[in-house]
């Protein structure tokens, strides 16, 4: 008689924790998809952009836009980060799952382009705030053409890239000139800003790495020694970029067999980006022009997220 009152007390306490562990299943194990699209902007009155111009590198001269903007990313990832930084959650939307070569990493801001992702997301059991969107570009690459003034200017100091190579595949690219027309990574244009020394001979300055969104009321550069902080969760050294321009989202539980998508669209305003200057001769149109981002290029960029 007792082996029978045991083997049922067996039996309601398995059924019991079946049943817990069906409804938590129910309430964590959904699916979260992501869908980010990378718009770019020519528009003036649509962005807040304000006409400045540097005053270290000799007479302004002129303006680009680029009429191609491919960003390439190595990391891109949502954050739930307290105060403290003791229990950081979230996801990878790009990480070492995606291979180096995968067009996934691909941002066409001149397209217009949209990127489906399947990110691996840690159940929780609550409400998840993600108050931080963190991303490391590999390089931007762009393509414009030179005004006709350099025809005659063979050799451009500030323009020259240590590699002719350009395969949006790899991890690193270089950039090529066909008469007026060059295409080429960001390398040129960040150079001056974070390095005025460089002398464009292929030694580059640490320029910024990551970009961190989020928990912020401006935009400014930070330069972390790598200790872990709201303005460096990933705890990197060197240039970090912070800006104020992405909207706080919280995810809800994700019951199990359903699925919730994360929306999102990514900004890049590219006019004018490409800022030309006479250099130390001060002279226009010669070889040692330097060509650089517009000041504060990174207010340019915003993020925008919703789930349903």
Not at 4 to 19: D, E, Q, R, S
Not at 262 to 290: C, E, H, K, R, W
Request: aromatic share 14%; glycine share 8%.
């Amino acid at each position: 008689m007792k082996k029978i009152f045991y083997f049922i007390i067996l039996i309601i306490l398995f059924n019991g924790c079946k049943k817990r562990g069906t409804e938590e299943g129910n309430s964590l194990g959904g699916k979260i998809l992501v869908n980010i699209t990378y718009k770019g902007t020519t528009n003036k009155a649509s962005s807040n952009i304000k006409a400045e111009q540097y005053s270290q590198f000799g007479d302004y001269i002129t303006s680009i836009t680029p009429t191609t903007f491919i960003g390439k990313f190595l990391d891109m990832r949502l954050i739930s980060s307290g105060v403290d930084f003791a229990s950081s959650s979230g996801f990878n939307i790009i990480d070492n799952n995606t291979a180096p070569s995968s067009p996934d990493r691909l941002a066409n801001f001149s397209n217009n382009a949209s990127v489906n992702f399947t990110p691996n997301v840690p159940r929780f059991s609550s409400g998840l705030v993600l108050n931080l969107f963190v991303f490391m570009p590999m390089f931007y690459f762009q393509e414009f053409d030179l005004p006709s003034q350099y025809d005659s200017v063979t050799y451009l100091q500030y323009l020259t890239y240590g590699s002719d190579s350009i395969n949006l595949a790899n991890d690193v690219i270089g950039g090529l000139r066909n008469g007026r027309h060059i295409s080429g990574s960001n390398q040129p244009f960040m150079a001056a800003i974070f390095d005025s020394a460089w002398g464009g001979n292929g030694n580059f300055p640490p320029i910024p790495s990551n970009y961190v969104f989020g928990s912020t009321d401006s935009t400014y550069i930070f330069y972390s020694n790598g200790q872990f902080s709201i303005n460096n969760p990933l705890s990197q050294t060197g240039y970090i970029i912070r800006s104020n321009a992405y909207n706080t989202l919280t995810i809800q539980p994700v019951p199990e067999g359903e699925t919730k998508t994360v929306t999102g669209t990514m900004t890049f305003n590219l006019n004018d980006l490409i800022q030309i200057y006479a250099g130390d001769d001060n002279i226009p149109y010669t070889s040692d022009d330097i060509f650089v981002y517009a000041p504060n290029f990174w207010e340019r960029l915003s993020v925008n997220l919703s789930a349903n």
